[in-house]
Every structure is written in C-alpha cells, then in structure tokens.
C-alpha cells in the first residue's frame, strides 16, 4: 500500500489518519478519541467512523461502541508516501516487473519459479487514473524435482555468492538466501512495487485478479 498527499478520508489527510492508527495501535478506537484527535464534532465523527468501517480500515469491536484495526488498517499503518503513478506509467513498470518474471523462470541460476501472481489494489480499479503503487501478490514454487536435489542446488548457490564477495556471518543467513534472491529480482529496487505473499490476509477482503499463469 502507496499513499499520496492528495488521498483523504472525509476531508482529511489520510496521511494523518496513518499516523494516528500507527500511535494508538493495538488500542481500541472509540469515537470520542476520533472526535478528540481530528477536532470533529458528533455529527463529523459519525461520518469519520462511517467512512473508515465502508472503506474497510476498521471494524467493531467485542467491547461495544469500540472499534479496532482491521488487516487493511494495519496495512496503513505502515504505508508509505509517494508521488501518484499515471497509467502509462503504471502498465510500463508491470511490463517490466513481468519481464523479470520471465527471466526468473526461464534461467537456471533462480531455483524458485513464480507460479502465480494476482494483482490487487488501486491498479486494477477501471475507475482509477492514478495509482499509488502496484499491489502484486505471488507465489514461489521450487524448481528442482526433489529436496535432494533443491539442497544441493541451494548450497552451490550460496558457495557461487561467496566466492563473488558475499559474505555470510551466521548459518541463519545462509537460510532462505536463494528465495531472496528472486525476490530481489522482481522487486528490482522499484518502489511502486508492492509484493505480497499469497497468503497475506488483505487478499480476502478486496477485489483480486489473477494475471499468472
């Protein structure tokens, strides 16, 4: 998740509405501390709170008159600022972003393929002309026939890294080296990438749409 500066939920910046979810998270959200923090009245607040639960950032609460966090709310929290992509744009860097795809798996030096991306997000909202990022959620599969065979692919890799300078300082290092080198692929160092894995749980609470395979 991308935010811009133009972005606002009721009239107000979402940037702040991040950074006050960010400060009181886990607390519980009640309607007096958004009346307090955004100096609403009761009438505003109830738009507030309305818009926030439609827009799926929070839910009620066991504790009555109580709100919390959803996944996307959580999401926000963390969410970063950048400068709005247009279309052009957009569709450049995921034909890029797909191009890698192909390299990944078509070269034997990754040992993961990328078996399945789905894309969620502002970029697949036909009413949207700009995007804050490219929501891209993925899946890893292995391409060696057998773990036997994975390990000790796996281990020629990290030998290849070290003798090119890499430099390893704990056996947990060494874990899971292979599958960051393919997520290092794709992200390619772009920040309008946003990658997720498919089990992220913001997946079942928007709209998606599978583009791979």
């Known amino acids: 998740m991308r935010l811009t500066r133009k972005q606002t939920i009721c009239d107000i910046p979402i940037l702040k509405i991040r950074d006050y979810f960010d400060h009181i998270r886990p607390a519980l959200i009640s309607p007096e501390m958004i009346s307090e923090q955004f100096d609403l009245n009761k009438e505003k607040t109830k738009e507030l709170i309305?818009?926030?639960?439609?827009?799926?950032?929070?839910?009620?609460?066991?504790?009555?008159?109580?709100?919390?966090?959803?996944?996307?709310?959580?999401?926000?929290?963390?969410?970063?600022?950048?400068?709005?992509?247009n279309k052009e744009k957009a569709d450049k860097l995921f034909k890029?972003?797909?191009?890698?795809?192909?390299?990944?798996?078509?070269?034997?030096?990754?040992?993961?393929?990328?078996?399945?991306?789905?894309?969620?997000?502002?970029?697949?909202?036909?009413?949207?002309?700009?995007?804050?990022?490219?929501?891209?959620?993925?899946?890893?599969?292995?391409?060696?026939?057998?773990?036997?065979?994975?390990?000790?692919?796996?281990?020629?890799?990290?030998?290849?890294?070290?003798?090119?300078?890499?430099?390893?300082?704990?056996?947990?290092?060494?874990?899971g080296y292979t599958e960051r080198v393919v997520l290092l692929k794709m992200k390619n160092k772009c920040r309008y990438i946003s990658l997720h894995r498919m089990y992220d749980g913001i997946l079942n609470i928007t709209k998606t749409k599978q583009v791979y395979p």
């Not at 709100?67 to 992509?85: D, E, F, H, S």
Request: glycine fraction near 4%; charged fraction near 35%.
């Open 50 to 85: 309305d818009a926030l639960l439609s827009e799926g950032y929070i839910e009620a609460a066991k504790k009555k008159g109580k709100y919390q966090l959803t996944i996307k709310g959580q999401a926000l929290c963390v969410a970063r600022y950048t400068n709005p992509l």
């Open 96 to 175: 890029e972003f797909m191009e890698r795809v192909e390299e990944i798996n078509s070269n034997e030096f990754y040992l993961y393929r990328v078996s399945k991306i789905v894309l969620f997000g502002s970029y697949i909202d036909p009413e949207k002309t700009d995007y804050s990022d490219i929501d891209i959620a993925f899946e890893l599969s292995r391409k060696a026939k057998s773990h036997e065979e994975f390990m000790e692919m796996d281990e020629q890799r990290i030998k290849e890294a070290e003798l090119a300078g890499k430099s390893f300082p704990s056996f947990f290092d060494q874990i």
